[in-house]
């Protein structure tokens, strides 16, 4: 039981009812406020209130709890959501009429009826509500199953960002960049920084699954810097992320912001110089590097970007 008077159901849009548990002697008021609105008060029994309230709740109200007296013993504040069942002329039965081999007819709660026979009892159609006891049915709200990850390669002066991994797609997939035409090109390259919309579907599907980002483009690296080149990669499936860099001699990257140790490079002679970092999250970053143990910072090449994939 709680030490204050919290709402533990019934804050849902339309309810009429609420319930809220305090530890307190049985017959104490708990009452449920709206703002300053009183909107019920009941006793306390065995530890739980069942409020009954005067007006029906709506989504976004905040409602609030307390012991005897406005503000005394209150528990947290409450959002009201959006109710998610969704009721419709379809219902299941609580009792199911049963005749027996030697016809004998039987009336049996559901739970009786499972017991007995291993299966759910079907559901009617009964939108009036005419027929025997009834109780709405949840109906699974649709959700679009589609998905796809991106993977986003900055280089000097363009950004290339590439569809992968589609899955839950019906028929051949289709791609739209930008809300143009659907095709099924699965990367583009960007010289200037922008936010764009990357929509996918199936040919066969009604609807789509749409991820927008926000990219940048590096500025070059000078050309008599030792280091050329600089640049990285992401894959947004594995969050892993890649330095990249040009140089005839191994250097060491520092990731700021994720791991601010210097890390030494793997290096592919002649020039190519790569580092991997796994996980990196979404944040402000900035990629250094540097030819291994050079302690002078004006020979260090950096850039600073954001990841929000």
Known sequence: MSALAEIISGATAGSTQVKVTRTVAN?????VYRGGLLLGQAGVVGGVATVTLSTALATADIIQASVASKGNECGNPVLVVANPVKVTGWKTPTEVEVVRADG???TMPVDVFVQNYGFQPAS???PIGTKAILQPEYVQPDVCPIGFDLVTEKQAGQTV????NIRHTKGSMLVRWNEGGWG???AQTYTDPQTIKIDVRGADDETF???TVTIAILEATPENSAITGLSWKFDSVSRGFNGIAHCTNQLQFRLEGYDNDW???????TSQNEVVYVPVPNGSYTLWARQKNDANDLNW???TFNLSM
């Open 27 to 31: 017959t104490t008021t708990i009452l």
């Open 104 to 106: 004998m007819q039987l």
């Open 124 to 126: 009617v159609y009964d």
């Open 161 to 164: 960002v590439t569809v992968t």
């Open 184 to 186: 099924n090109t699965l």
């Open 209 to 211: 699954l749409r991820r």
């Open 263 to 269: 890390k030494d490079a793997y290096f592919y002679p």
């Open 301 to 303: 090449a950096s850039l």
